[in-house]
């Protein structure tokens, strides 16, 4: 049931607090996975839930963190709308404050942007029990803008997300998925030239030899794309997408460890064996290297950084080191926000 239930979070918050009783955030309890593990007392915030305002004129939606994403979405599309960056869920209680303070996108990420380009702003609760708010309803309103687009990616570890505002989109007039048998040298080189091209691609995915790329339009202009780029067209393209986006595919899919390599447009092939799956013209890719491997240090060496996504035994941290310098800005935003540091603890990383 939808609820505003500020005053008992806040008065847990300030509990905890006083006391430095560290708390995991639980909304739905979706993407504990991801990110370092947390020992702490869960700090509920599902039944935070409700939308509270949606303008599809303004192109505007604003919810509670724990409302659930599979309602956001539902009412969106009931006015021809979404959300751009096209949130993965990992479970059917995953939460739109999960969604933002994950980070997470799916694979129209590297066209429509992150998660942190839609956020206008938040209502926050920090570690001391204070609410705060930050940015507004509309682009224009940047007076606090930045902080409230650094709750994106956070993982909790700044504050909980009482209520989100973000910008939403119109849904296409149609898209169409093509799929072409090619190698994995050979879908590099065509999603290099496609990412140059003026064509509007919409997400792509490798793997297993087949390169499947989305575009959206209008019917037309989709005709004229698959004479000119050929291959065969996917009948089954939202299950395609919907299984890249969730890990429910045969590539992801499963409990074993799985690294993510984020890499600079144009790079070649890592040395690490054939990749799981490729996305975001080349710059995402998924692996479960052999065992020894230095995952961080070859993503690395191209430029690049790689994530334990799903991490095993041996490996406690999940993101690549920071530098010292942003390191020590982390630090600082954590004693701003959550002076006692009892939000969602080492989280990110130790000490944070």
Known sequence: ???????????????????????????????????????????PTREHAGILRHDPAELVLTARGGTSLTEVEAVLAGRGQRL??????????????????????????????????????????TGDGRVLRFGGEVMKNVAGYDVARVMAGSLGILGVLLEVSLKVLPRPAAERTLVLDVSEHEALERLGGLSSSTLPLSASAWSAGRLHLRFEGSEATLDEIERRIGGE???????????????????????????????????????????????????????????????????????????AFRRDAGTTDAFAPLPPAVLRLHRELKRVFDPAGVLNPGRMYAGL
């Open 233 to 307: 067209v996917d009948e089954h393209a939202v299950e395609f997408w919907t299984a890249v986006r969730d890990h429910t595919g045969a590539a992801l899919a499963g409990t074993g460890p799985l690294w993510r390599c984020t890499l600079p447009p144009l790079s070649p092939a890592l040395p690490m064996g054939t990749p799981l799956l490729v996305e975001w013209n080349g710059q995402q890719r998924w692996y479960r290297p052999a065992p020894g491997v230095d995952v961080q240090a070859v993503a690395a060496a191209v430029g690049g950084h790689a994530t």
């Open 1 to 43: 049931m939808d609820a505003d239930v500020t005053p008992q979070l806040v008065e847990r918050a300030r509990a905890a607090s006083a006391e430095g009783t560290p708390l995991r955030i639980v909304g739905g309890d979706t993407r504990r996975f991801y990110g370092r593990d947390v020992a702490g007392d869960a700090f």
């Open 84 to 125: 751009p960056f096209d949130p993965p869920r990992f479970g059917a209680g995953t939460t739109l404050g999960g969604a933002v303070a994950s980070g997470l996108a799916g694979p129209a990420r590297a066209w429509a942007g992150p998660v942190r380009d839609y956020v206008l702003g938040v209502r926050l609760l």
